[in-house]
């Protein structure tokens, strides 16, 4: 590598961030530049870009900054790896968002009445097993997580497309009733609570209400489920959650 050496401000221009972010770096031990200038100025070689590289590639994970301090500081840290594996899961990614995409043009193609649809294409990059890895880390020694492993794996396009659908629904449901300023104890909401449980207790597992609470309890409790929710409405997870609670109350 070249002995070329970088001011501050130069370093964050290259690397898009701000001279703030760089001396926060700095304060915390993430990024300590390897000299000062006579006047007291940060200079960055090229192992402090490329170490630089590394942080905001785990940033854009959303991994601590403290974490990533802890890895890169560690004695056994291989670069080189690191980059391999980093690189690894960016074309995976890239190879995901690219089948996603492929759906989204056969969804586009069918809504503008191109063509039949074609449920193969349509689902076409949403792979039911992503997150298997961590459920099964989770939940793998469980009854319900062997049970849905079971009838999941032999379901068709076809048995996906009518699982998403039903899902759809009775979300835009539930979503309208709490848009209508509905109770979750309302009759209504609670009748749609209860479809909600025998859709968990027709295509994964058996559903009781005593399980059903225990979702409740995750929905709200895990950001990305919550997330899953409210993106139908502002509040929808907490609203179901609320109701699902009521409803086993009900029984």
């Known amino acids: 590598m070249s002995e ?16 703030r972010t760089l001396h926060h770096y700095d304060s915390i031990g993430l990024l300590v530049p390897f000299a000062r200038s006579r ?4 200079l960055y070689c090229d192992d402090d870009l490329l170490r630089l590289q590394q942080i905001l590639i785990w940033r854009e994970s959303a991994m ?13 840290f291989d670069r080189r790896q690191a980059l391999l594996q980093q690189r690894e899961a960016l074309v995976k990614k890239v ?5 996603m995409i492929r759906s989204l043009d056969a969804a586009l193609a069918v809504v503008s009445e191109e063509i039949e649809m074609n449920p193969q294409e349509i689902f076409d990059g949403f792979d039911p097993r992503e997150h298997q890895e961590e459920a099964q880390a989770r939940w793998g020694d469980t009854s319900a997580f062997k049970e849905s492993m079971r009838r999941t794996k032999n379901y068709s396009p076809q048995d996906w497309e009518r699982i998403k659908a039903a899902d759809r629904e009775l979300m ?3 979503a309208a009733r709490l848009k209508q300023g509905a109770s979750p104890d309302d009759d209504a909401v609670l009748d749609l609570a209860e479809q909600h449980r025998l859709h968990m207790d027709r295509w994964y597992y058996p559903c009781d209400h005593a399980m059903h609470s225990g979702l409740a309890r995750l929905y709200t409790a895990d950001p990305r489920f919550a997330a899953s929710f409210d993106k139908y409405g502002e509040g929808l997870a907490e609203f179901l ?11």
């Open 64 to 76: 601590p900054l403290e974490q990533i301090r802890a890895l890169l500081d560690d004695p056994t």
């Open 95 to 99: 190879h995901k968002t690219h089948a």
């Open 39 to 42: 006047a007291g100025y940060r």
């Open 4 to 19: 070329k050496s970088y001011s501050v401000k130069e370093l964050a221009r290259l690397a898009k961030v701000t001279v």
């Open 172 to 174: 835009e449901a539930l």
């Open 241 to 251: 959650a609320a109701a699902i609670e009521a409803n086993a109350a009900r029984q």
